[in-house]
């Protein structure tokens, strides 16, 4: 079993940094690639997951495009901690972002509670 611990969230203001990171506790022999996704204030809900970045072990990385140039995702094998720098914040950069580790074995998924950023114009 996996457990993630994500950093905290916070408030700031449009164009501020913000970072997260997420441990992996547990038997991580399974894992080759963490991600961050996130889910989107829409009125009064939330949307599905949306992928932001993956990292795997070994350090290639991926984006979506509405962060790319804007967020980078790095990751530490010997601690199974990775980082979401995220630079330039916008207001729709606002909403929880949920860690995620997975491996070839399907029941090697596992995710985070979430931490939520909030970014105000």
């Known amino acids: 079993q996996v457990e993630l611990v994500e950093s905290e969230g916070g408030s700031v203001q449009a164009g501020a940094s913000w970072r997260f990171s997420c441990r992996a506790h547990?038997?991580?022999?399974?894992?080759?690639?963490m991600s961050w996704y996130r889910r989107v204030p829409h009125k009064h809900e939330f949307t599905d997951r949306e992928?932001?970045?993956?990292?795997?072990?070994?350090?290639?990385?991926t984006y979506a495009d509405s962060v790319k140039g804007r967020f980078t995702i790095s990751g530490d094998n010997r601690r199974n901690t990775i980082t979401l720098q995220m630079n330039d914040l916008k207001p729709e950069d606002t909403a929880v972002y949920y860690c995620?580790?997975?491996?070839?074995?399907?029941?090697?998924?596992?995710w985070g509670q979430g931490t939520q950023v909030t970014v105000s114009s």
């Open positions: 992928l932001v970045a993956t990292i795997t072990k070994a350090g290639s990385t």
């Open positions: 547990g038997d991580t022999a399974c894992i080759n690639a």
């Open positions: 995620k580790a997975e491996g070839s074995d399907s029941a090697c998924v596992y």
